[in-house]
């Protein structure tokens, strides 16, 4: 931040201002409003206008910058000027917000920017004109020290030398201002302003010949939401003008004729930038057309996906029909199969029967053969095992067994 001493009448002002992109020639002066600073300007438009130096200032009384005794715009236009007499070149562009409005058009430059500016006076309210009259009546006796009592909210903690400036300019008719400043005007305003009504930006426009009208979304303090906007209406105007002030210079430098072949070629640019248009434009409507058929062949892919699958769900309730006939009929045929197979195989079990109780048989005969044969062998063995007995053991048995022991 930094500041200059600038006189004015009798007195010494210490102005406040910053600098941004110092090394741009062109440069651009932004004035806030009332009530506000420098800051305000710079958090709406510092990122823009890159191609210009930014100038900054805090008008007397605001901000860093000094008053000492009340101003009226006039007051306010000459300090800034002599201000802005101490840099090399004059300023291309002045922007001025509300308030800044009148000040930059007194300043009268090549090119103006107004932000809902201030200047056109509209009818009070009843209640107002009421408040404004009995304050005068009671400063006629001296009770001026009392207008704290009468003033609005806008002048809350406000000094006397400040109340005294606002009640100086608050109620300046700049009509025929507007009408003589001869320079070119952008007029931005905001739709929704009550400070500053849409009307009064509208008769601004019809009092300045050379200008054009933008009114946009907001209210006094728009600006804020559509500084992109601004930059890109302003630079896009002045652009071909700036071009052919440095085909002037070349002029002087080189010869008409580099100047013949600058305005051609700005000519040139001109019909691209209408090409480049209707490019734009008919790229915006193919965009619009690809969008549409984009939804519609989404609609499209939606329906054929749900017909495709309500097909595959068909196709699969078939299939699922067909396997489980299938299955049936194989159950059946391997039951088939399985009862033909019975009664072959109960052939063969009844045969192994048979032939087991035969074999049954043959061992039964041939044990018992096999048990008499061993029976006779080992009674004959016996037999002949047996010692001979001599006749007396042979009698002895005789008689014990007929009975005839005793006789």
Known sequence: MASKDIKYGSKTYKISYEILNPKQSESIVFLHGWGANKEIMKKAFGGYFRAFKHIYIDMPGFGESDIFTPLCSNDYAKIVKNFLATFEKEPK???????????????????IVLLSSAGILVKKKFWVRAKIAIFKFLKIFGLGKFYYLFATKDVSGMNRCM????????NEDFMTKFANYG?????????NDKAT????????????KNSKFYPLKGDHFFF???ANFINDTVIKDLGCDFAKEKANEFDEMFGENFGVFVDENLKELHL????????SQNLDENTQISSQAKDIKQEISKDSKDEVLGENTQNLDENTQN????????QADKISDDSSKIPSENSQIS???????????DSENLNSQNIETSSKKNNDDVFLKQKPKSPEEISKNIDEVFGLKGL
């Open 163 to 170: 109340y005294e400036t606002l009640k100086n300019v608050v």
């Open 351 to 361: 045969q192994n029967l048979q032939d087991n109780d035969s074999n049954l048989k």
């Open 183 to 191: 320079g070119r005007a952008f007029i931005f305003w905001g739709e």
């Open 197 to 208: 009504p849409l009307k009064s930006g509208e008769t601004i426009h019809s009092l300045i």
């Open 93 to 111: 562009i002045i922007f001025g917000h509300s308030f800044g409005g009148k000040i930059a058009t007194l300043l009268n430059p090549e090119n």
């Open 272 to 279: 691209q930038d209408e090409n480049t248009k209707e490019i």
């Open 224 to 226: 804020l939401l559509h």
């Open 323 to 330: 396997l489980s006939d299938n299955a049936s009929d194989l």
